[in-house]
């Protein structure tokens, strides 16, 4: 008998909503947590767990962006610095030799004023809420920027994937999605492919949701294999993504792609599929790392050897592709035009800020760059594309994939291409003319335009009651 919690629900005034779905309200304080809801008291137990708080980095982003817009309500904006529903659930899984395991899983939704929560869903030994909320707020801006009808979630389990068997993947996943069905689905919330995720792992979310439903439901999740409607495109398309606002980005400080060194930090699918795009368009992708470290070669890689040895080998193979092995962290300082931090959160910080050696950054992981850091490059006069701009690709096909869902349309590969590539640029211009008239970077200005429309939408809807 296992005598675990099955889920703790951390909810800011949700108790009629809940009710009117059918869930008892809770009575039993020990089975139902109440959360700290005030940033003062989440920051704290950051602070004693002695960590760094991406919430904190994500909140202080959206205060610096706030100042600069006077006639931001600011009962609106402690509205929009707060999440809306947070789910924890502990969750017992049987592995493969027989014993059980408890797993710790979030699903974080932030703001769903705009349309649909959206996110993420990544399993990874460091997962924990203050990740999620960060990221769920991130999503908001995104969705927001390049104006589309999604607001804001993330979730993700605390599990290493590459120390479990493929039907342990499948045990945890599934049970997973069981413990959060009740908050998810196609006009609610809506997961998607995030590190250590894929479309398999999202098949797999759809079929029990369906399970849990009683019928096929399509919509549930994006980032789905083709067979169950799934989107062309949407593999590839955060990566392409960064490669068209990188493009954009380069026409606007006047050099071009082709012949630009690019350094990138990832070769995962948008690190990966970043560096097919630039080769393909004559630039030299000099450097690209995986998480064991990177390879480097000043006269250009051949990208499809480096990403194919990491595939095979799941590490890129130094002798196989003439280059010599880097660490990470110098990757990051190898002069080139461009960098592309296509990894993990923080790898931007005050300590190597003022070694990079960059004429522009374009973020393709989300919160690479803290605070302190973007004063610097600031101050140093390098160009800074932030991530819920410059990774905006993958939401943005997500959201074709969701519409065709809904609509029971399939839309061929040129015609999402055709249609990402004019939202991104349209985004990207738009962000790009808040920052010339306000006189600020481009996280600041992206932010501006995210927050006023997520805070027009607010002022709109109203506060209920």
């Avoid at 493969?96 to 649909?116: A, E, K, L, N, W």
């Avoid at 009683?214 to 980032?223: D, L």
């Avoid at 194919?308 to 002069?335: F, G, H, P, W």
């Avoid at 962000?431 to 932010?447: C, F, K, N, P, S």
Wanted: hydrophobic share 45%; net charge neutral; charged share 25%.
């Amino acid at each position: 008998m296992i005598n675990a919690p099955r889920r703790v629900i951390l909810i800011s005034g949700e108790g009629p909503a809940l009710e009117a779905r059918g869930f008892a309200p809770c009575t039993r304080p020990e089975e139902c947590v109440g959360l700290a809801r005030t940033r003062g008291r989440q920051e704290e137990s950051m602070e004693e767990a002695g960590k760094f708080s991406l919430v904190r980095m994500a909140i202080s982003q959206v205060e610096a962006a706030a100042r600069r817009m006077p006639h931001l309500d600011q009962g609106i904006l402690e509205k929009m610095k707060h999440t809306k529903r947070e789910i924890i659930v502990h969750f017992p899984v049987k592995m493969d030799h027989g014993t059980v395991r408890v797993f710790t899983g979030y699903r974080v939704q932030h703001s769903d004023t705009r349309g649909p929560f959206k996110g993420g869903i990544r399993y990874h030994p460091a997962v924990d809420l203050d990740e999620m909320r960060a990221l769920a707020m991130w999503m908001t801006w995104k969705a927001a920027v390049v104006n589309i009808p999604f607001g804001g979630a993330k979730g993700g389990v605390e599990c290493d994937p590459s120390l479990m068997s493929e039907q342990e993947v499948e045990n945890v996943t599934r049970r997973f999605t069981w413990e959060i069905s009740p908050f998810i689905g196609p006009e609610v919330d809506i997961p998607a492919p995030d590190v250590a995720t894929n479309p398999q792992v999202m098949a797999w979310i759809m079929d029990t949701f369906s399970t849990w439903k009683g019928h096929a439901v399509h919509g549930v999740v994006t980032g789905k294999p083709l067979e169950l409607g799934g989107s062309r495109g949407r593999f590839e398309a955060t990566g392409k993504g960064v490669f068209v606002v990188a493009a954009k980005a380069a026409k606007h400080l006047n050099f071009s792609v082709a012949g630009a060194r690019v350094v990138i930090q990832g070769a995962g699918n948008v690190g990966g599929t970043a560096a097919r795009q630039f080769k393909r368009a004559g630039a030299k992708v000099v450097a690209i790392s995986d998480v064991r470290g990177g390879l480097y070669n000043p006269k250009g890689l051949d990208v499809e050897k480096a990403l194919d040895a990491k595939s095979r080998d799941e590490c890129a193979a130094a002798q196989e592709v003439d280059a010599e092995e880097i660490t990470n962290e110098d990757l990051l300082e190898l002069e080139c035009d461009i960098l592309v931090p296509a990894a993990i959160e923080n790898q931007i910080a005050a300590q190597n800020a003022p070694k990079l050696r960059c004429r522009m950054i374009v973020e393709g992981a989300n919160g690479p760059t803290t605070p302190e850091a973007d004063a610097i490059l600031a101050d140093r006069g390098i160009y800074l594309v932030p991530d819920i701009l410059a990774n905006a690709g993958g939401v943005i096909v997500s959201y074709f994939e969701w519409v065709q869902n809904l609509q029971e349309l399939l839309w061929t590969e040129a015609e999402i291409t055709e249609r990402l590539n004019r939202i991104l640029a349209n985004a990207f211009q738009e962000v790009l003319a808040i920052a010339d008239r306000e006189r600020v970077d481009m996280r600041t200005a992206a932010l501006m335009l995210g927050i006023g429309r997520v805070a027009g939408a607010t002022k709109l809807r109203g506060i209920f009651p």
